[in-house]
Every structure is written in structure tokens, then in C-alpha cells.
């Protein structure tokens, strides 16, 4: 006995100032809720298994009176293939022996633990059997549940372990260095048939496995590709009240997934609410470009400003989709369709629709699209300029909208507005603005079949808002895109 | 007052500063298991000034080891990378022998040529599998760049002056100190990069130069030095959130393993080698 009390004497000192310390400090061991078994003076610490690892992770959960007391269940078969390893674990942590494949019908093989429960001995059971594939937990053995139906006394610590099979994996030799993770659940008391028993400790580490304190990120994720937000364009010429309908629109919008605004100012929408936003370099650029073009003096004076900032707004819809991922974009005039406008609007009516459409096709980059000898570059020499630049691919809108206005009220409605006037906003000028857009319209509905409405303006902005919407929600519902994760 | 002396009282008080804002704040702090990075550098300092310069280098090789262990903690190997990874941990040694010895053209190859030609090698030696070869060697690669070569350039400033080294880690806490204590979560992201650049400005410009009687370098360049940490802090800050967020490493789960060096040693990643080859090039040392 006096032997037996020194060799618990040096065994409990080998795990304190060396085993636990070599393990802490070669990979890092952090747990979690070891308060659940500081109190338990008897337990049967259940813990899934991947490693040699884990043992010496689970002995180092235990205080110096415990280590003497406690007991792993271990595979007599295995261990016994190595003389000098089977004296070594015996000595360290006087495991319970048992004899996998080998049934005895006339032994329990139950016995030995059976015995070490009756003297008050605590145990650590690996319930899988055998050392499974890393990260996996699998089927419970029955005899687990065998054993603790008979000392329903005894409480049951689950432990997860994670990290042990990264450390030590089954087929590895050399340890690296990882963190390991410890997991420790609360106690269970179970009453019942063993096999409810097993099933019942199999779902409590289960769910321990699921804690997300030692979750990692898959290896290989695939990326989620961004749909571009659709966007749904309204159109009008100045006076029309479109900046107003699309602010409305974006706000109704915003409340089935983010909206964003593209008027003159970016704006962003989240449940009907404005939401500040990081700021993006190209939008104030735009800006800058857009007041600059404001301030003109005549037509010819704005055409090349006007020209900047619509190619800067189509270039911002693409770093939109990148920094915001919106679901929806509502623009205030869509760039593309807007320079075919006023395309028709210079060439007074000399453009017919099949150049129109040509063009069109032209600035969106379709292909394939007109030679560089058509008559279409001949007819709009600032197209060819913009091919060759290689500013062409706008964005076609998904949907688009006109706000339709007879030019005298557009004219009034500017008028009281205030402010000083552009070039471009007198009754003529806007009137057969109407009619391009108008043109540009039906040329871009028929020939890339986009869904598009036309809105008598003289209604209140509300009512153009709302039959705009109903319109929005019947064309999309179908294809809304990819619900954002932002 | 001997040198010695002055350098652990002057980073005692700076450091005690910075951890005490961190400790009154309750940002992520919890003593123990926790390895305050800055602490850390000033027992690699002490170490150095106290015993030995190379007990020093070799404080400061655990730091790396610590950090590289942490982060290959929370990526996703394959079985056949363990190879690879060995090799990275045995670049500890190899890059911090060099830097004890001072051999400073070996140092500074020794991880971009001799270690990044291994460990591609070992990773394709390590099993069958093709599948995921460039994922694992540019994860290992990665980790090995940052938390032993960058830090590889603090050891190696130490051997100039341990001063220097003092320094650069007294204003990069100065910097850090700022990052907590700012709440500006709302605001956009050039606002609050602005902000950690031009808030703790003066404080590393002034320190810099006060301390350029010790570190030796001269006044002007102590003051670009001083306006430079700052900006590279912003930089490593920066980078490290994404990197951060990439592992799966938020503000609730931080913790041992997962993410606590990282956290800290993020401000390091620019700011060591970028400092270091300053000096070096500037004040035309060996």
C-alpha cells in the first residue's frame, strides 16, 4: 500500500510539473467550462476521440487528487503491441483494460470498470471505440449506456475536444504545434434504458461539437458571385418630377432589401430609412462634374460635362454593386439612355430609329455590334470617339419608366422651382427632348425587350410613385436577383 | 541613471498606460492565458538589455512562434500540409540564428528565397493529393511573411539599438492606445482612417524626436519616422481586419487561439520592416 501511495505521489507529480506544461506550452490549450467538474467528486468524463493527444488534454482537466483517481478505459490489444509504451501508459495513467474483438460470453467486459465505479473511481470513457476521422463524431458504443444505467449516481461529463487531431493526427508521428480547444459541457444524470442513455449523451456532445467557440472557416469556400443589383431607370425630361417618383420608389423598395438611390446625389435606403454610407471616391467626382455642368452657358457648352457625368454615374453602378451590394438600384435617368437622347436632341430629328437602335446597341457594347465603316459613326461623330475611347459598355437598365409631361408644365414646374435656368430648359427644347425620349423608349423596349412603362407626370408624385412601384413588383418578382448578404 | 534602467522604467510607463486604458476599457483583455504583445516586446527588451542581446532575439523568436502557432491554429489544413507547416515552425530557428549572429544579407533572404522554395516542396512532398496545393502553400506562406519575417525585423533593429526598437514599439502603442479609444463605428471608413492617422500624429512626432537622443537617430529623421509610424499602423490595422474577418475572428470570439495575437500583432505587420529599412538605409548601418 505504502508503494502504491508513492507511485500516486510521483504520478500525480509527472502530470502537474511536466506532462501538463509540456502539452500547455508546446500547443496551446484553452478550455472552456471547466467549472462544471470542479465540484463533481465522482464522474465519468465521456469525450470524443481523435488522438493520442487526448488523453493527456483530458488529464490535464483534473486536480492532483483526481489524477490518482481517474481512470481512461484503453484497448489492452493495441497497446500491447509496444512493451515499453504499455509500461509507460500504465504507469501514467492506470488505465481500465479492455479487449476490443475478443468477446468473452461468460466475462463481463464491463467488469473492470464495474469495479473501479463500486471503489469510487472516476472514469474517462472515449464512447466512439476507436480514434474516428478528425472532425467527424461517430456512433456511439452500446456499452456506454450499459454501464451508466447501472450507476445512475454517477454524473457524466461530456468534453469536446478540438484541435488534438490537427496536433496529433492518427497517422502521424510528429506533434505539431496547434491550439487545442476544450470544451466542457454540464454534468448529466441519466435515468433510462441504455440505449436511450447512449442516444441522449451521443446529442450532448453533439451539440457541444456545434459550439461556435471552436468553429473554423471550410478550407475552400466558394465564392458567392455577385448578380449585379437590377436596375430600374426613370426617365423624364427636366421638370418631370423623376427625381421625386425615384426617391419614393427607392424608399418603398427598401423595404424588401437595401436600395440605392442614383440621382444626383448617391443615397442609400435600408427599411424605408436613409442610411449613411462610406463615401466613394467616383461619386464625388461626379459631383464635382455634375454641378460644373449645371452651371453652363449654352448647349454646346454642356454637352461635354454633361457627357463626363453620365459616363462617371454609369461607372459608379459598378462600384455600387461592389461596396453596397444593394438589392435594387433605382437610377435617376439611365446614362446610356439619356445620351441617346440627347443624341436625338442635337441631330434635331435627322436620326431615324434604325440608326437610333444602332446606336444604342453601339453604347452598350453589344455584340455583335456595328462595323466601324456603318453610317451610324458618320451620323454621330462624338459615338465613334467614345468607341474608340472605349467608353462604350453602359449598363442597359433591367425595367425602365418615362415620366410623361407636356413641356409647358414641365416649363412652369421649373419656373417655380427657381434657381437659374439651364440652357436646355425652355418649351422647344424640352419638347423634343419628350419625343426622344419617347423614341428611345419604344426603340430600346422593342428591340432588347425591356419591360417598360410610361407615367402621365401631371398626376401628383405619390400616384406616379405608386403605379410605378406595382410596376417594379410585377416585372421583378421573378428575377429579382440574389437576396444580398451585405 | 544607468541606460538599462531608464529604458524598462520609460516602456513600463508606456505600456502601463496603454494596457491600463485597455484593462478600463474591458477590450478584450482577461490576464492569464492572454499574452499582452506589447508586454511581451518589453521582455524581449529587458531581456536583451539585462542579459543578453541573443537571449533577446530569442524572446522574440517565442513571440513569432506564438503568433504563427495561433494563426495556423485557425486556418483549415489538409493532412498532407503538416509537412509544409513543420517546415514553417523550422524557419523559426533558421531566419532568428541569422539574426542572433548578425549576419544580415543571410536574414534577410533566408525566408522569401530558402524558406519559400521549401515549403512549396514539402507540401507537394507531404501526400497525393493536387487538389488545394496552391491554397495551402499560399496559406503557409502567408503566415510565415508575416509573424516571422516582419517580426524577424524588430529583432534585427534591436541589434542596432535596442532604443530603436523601443521606439518603434512605444509609438505603435501610442497609435493602438488611440484605436481603442475611438468610438467612431457610424462613421465612414476614410473619416476613421484619418482619424487613427492624424490623432496620434503629434504624440509619435514628439516622442520620436525626445527619444532621438537615445535611439541616436538624428532629430529630422526621428521626426519622418514619427509621422510615418502612424500611417503604417493605419496600413496593418487595415490589412489585419480583413484578415481578421476572413478567419472567422470577431469581436465576441476573440480568444486564446483564436485571433488574440493576431489582434495585436496586426498594428506590427507594416510598421517592423518598413521602419527598420528606414534606418537601416538612412543612418547607413551594416
Known amino acids: 500500500m505504502k508503494s502504491g501511495r508513492l507511485g500516486a505521489l510521483i504520478r500525480a507529480a509527472i502530470h502537474l510539473a511536466v506532462l501538463r506544461p509540456l502539452v500547455r506550452l508546446y500547443c496551446g490549450v484553452h478550455v472552456a467550462g471547466s467549472a462544471h467538474l470542479q465540484q463533481l467528486r465522482r464522474f465519468i468524463i465521456i469525450a470524443n476521440h481523435n488522438s493520442h493527444l487526448d488523453v493527456f488534454l483530458l488529464f490535464s482537466l483534473l486536480s492532483a487528487r483526481d489524477i490518482a483517481l481517474t481512470h481512461p478505459v484503453a484497448d489492452e490489444t493495441y497497446f500491447a503491441r509496444f512493451p515499453i509504451v504499455f509500461a509507460l501508459v500504465r504507469f501514467l495513467f492506470q488505465p481500465v483494460w479492455i479487449r476490443r474483438g475478443h468477446p468473452d460470453r461468460n ?55 478540438s484541435g488534438p487531431e490537427r496536433v496529433l493526427p492518427k497517422s502521424s508521428v510528429i506533434p505539431l504545434p496547434f491550439w487545442s480547444h476544450v470544451l466542457v459541457g454540464p454534468p448529466q444524470v441519466c435515468i433510462g434504458s441504455p440505449r436511450d442513455i447512449t442516444h441522449h449523451l451521443q446529442n450532448t456532445l453533439c451539440v457541444l461539437s456545434q459550439s461556435g467557440v471552436i468553429r473554423r472557416r471550410p478550407r475552400q469556400r466558394r465564392l458567392q458571385r455577385h448578380q449585379p443589383a437590377p436596375a430600374v431607370a426613370i426617365l423624364g425630361i427636366d421638370g418631370s418630377g423623376k427625381s421625386t417618383v425615384s426617391r419614393r420608389l427607392a424608399q418603398h423598395l427598401s423595404t424588401e432589401g437595401n436600395a440605392c438611390l442614383v440621382s444626383d446625389r448617391l443615397e442609400f435606403f435600408e427599411n424605408g430609412e436613409p442610411k449613411p454610407l462610406q463615401p466613394l471616391g467616383l461619386e464625388a467626382a461626379r459631383g464635382l462634374v455634375g454641378r460644373y455642368a449645371k452651371r453652363a452657358r449654352s448647349l454646346a457648352h454642356y454637352k461635354i460635362p454633361k457627357l463626363t457625368e453620365l459616363l462617371l454615374r454609369d461607372r459608379l453602378l459598378a462600384e455600387v454593386n461592389r461596396w453596397y451590394a444593394p438589392r435594387i438600384i433605382v437610377l435617376d435617368g439611365s446614362p446610356l439612355l ?74 412652369a414646374r421649373v419656373a417655380a422651382r427657381g434657381g437659374p435656368r439651364q440652357p436646355h430648359e425652355t418649351e422647344e427644347k424640352l419638347g423634343s427632348l419628350r419625343e426622344a425620349y419617347r423614341r428611345v423608349l419604344r426603340i430600346t423596349a422593342q428591340k432588347w425587350n425591356i419591360p417598360a412603362l410610361t407615367v402621365d407626370g401631371t398626376q401628383p408624385p405619390d400616384d406616379a410613385a405608386g403605379e410605378t412601384l406595382r410596376f417594379v413588383r410585377n416585372n421583378l418578382e421573378q428575377n429579382y436577383g440574389q437576396p444580398s448578404t451585405h | 541613471m544607468p541606460l538599462s534602467m531608464m529604458i524598462v522604467l520609460a516602456i513600463a510607463l508606456g505600456l502601463s498606460l496603454v494596457q491600463g486604458a485597455r484593462i478600463v476599457l474591458g477590450r478584450r483583455w482577461s490576464f492569464g492565458s492572454y499574452l499582452g504583445f506589447s508586454w511581451a516586446f518589453f521582455v524581449a527588451f529587458a531581456t536583451a538589455e539585462l542579459w543578453s542581446l541573443r537571449a533577446g532575439n530569442w524572446v522574440v523568436a517565442i513571440i513569432s512562434f506564438l503568433a504563427l502557432r495561433e494563426y495556423f491554429s485557425m486556418v483549415e489544413i ?57 491554397f495551402s502553400i499560399g496559406v503557409i506562406d502567408f503566415g510565415l511573411f508575416l509573424f516571422v519575417y516582419c517580426m524577424g525585423h524588430i529583432s534585427y533593429l534591436m541589434s542596432y539599438s535596442i532604443w530603436m526598437a523601443a521606439m518603434l514599439i512605444l509609438n505603435v502603442a501610442v497609435c493602438d492606445a488611440v484605436s ?28 520620436a524626436v525626445a527619444l532621438s537622443p537615445w535611439t541616436t537617430i538624428p532629430e529630422r529623421h526621428s521626426a519622418v519616422l514619427g509621422a510615418l509610424i502612424p500611417l503604417l499602423v493605419v496600413m496593418g490595422r487595415h490589412t489585419g481586419n480583413y484578415v481578421e474577418a476572413d478567419l472567422g475572428v470577431a469581436e465576441e470570439t476573440v480568444g486564446p487561439g483564436r485571433g488574440q495575437i493576431l489582434d495585436n500583432l496586426k498594428s506590427l505587420l507594416f510598421v517592423a520592416p518598413i521602419v527598420f529599412h528606414y534606418i537601416r538605409y538612412f543612418l547607413d548601418l551594416p
Open chain 1, 107 to 161: 466475462d463481463d467486459p464491463l467488469r473492470g470498470l464495474k469495479d473501479l465505479l463500486d471503489r469510487g473511481h472516476n472514469l474517462v470513457v472515449f464512447p466512439e471505440g476507436t480514434r474516428g476521422r478528425p472532425g467527424e463524431l461517430q456512433a456511439f458504443k452500446s456499452g456506454l449506456g450499459r454501464l451508466v444505467s447501472e450507476y445512475p449516481g454517477v454524473p457524466i461529463v461530456p468534453v469536446f475536444l
Open chain 1, 338 to 411: 439619356n445620351i441617346a437622347a440627347w443624341a436625338v436632341l442635337y441631330r434635331k430629328e435627322h436620326l431615324d430609329d434604325d440608326t437610333l437602335a444602332k446606336a444604342i446597341a453601339v453604347l452598350a457594347g453589344d455584340k455583335p455590334g456595328p462595323r466601324r465603316t456603318d453610317p451610324v459613326f458618320a451620323e454621330l461623330p462624338e459615338l465613334r470617339q467614345l468607341d474608340r475611347l472605349g467608353l462604350t459598355h453602359l449598363g442597359l437598365p433591367r425595367l425602365m419608366v418615362l415620366l410623361d409631361l407636356p413641356p409647358e408644365l414641365a416649363c
Open chain 2, 78 to 134: 489538409r493532412l498532407q500540409d503538416r509537412l509544409g507547416i513543420l517546415g514553417a515552425y523550422a524557419s523559426i530557428p533558421f531566419m532568428f540564428h541569422f539574426v542572433t549572429i548578425q549576419w544580415y544579407g543571410m536574414f534577410i533572404i533566408s525566408i522569401p528565397v530558402y524558406s519559400f522554395l521549401a515549403i512549396p516542396l514539402l507540401v507537394t512532398l507531404g501526400g497525393c493529393e493536387k487538389e488545394g496545393t496552391v
Open chain 2, 180 to 207: 481603442c479609444l475611438l468610438q467612431d463605428q457610424g462613421k465612414a471608413v476614410w473619416a476613421r482612417l484619418a482619424r487613427r492617422y492624424f490623432l496620434p500624429l503629434p504624440v509619435t512626432v514628439l516622442l
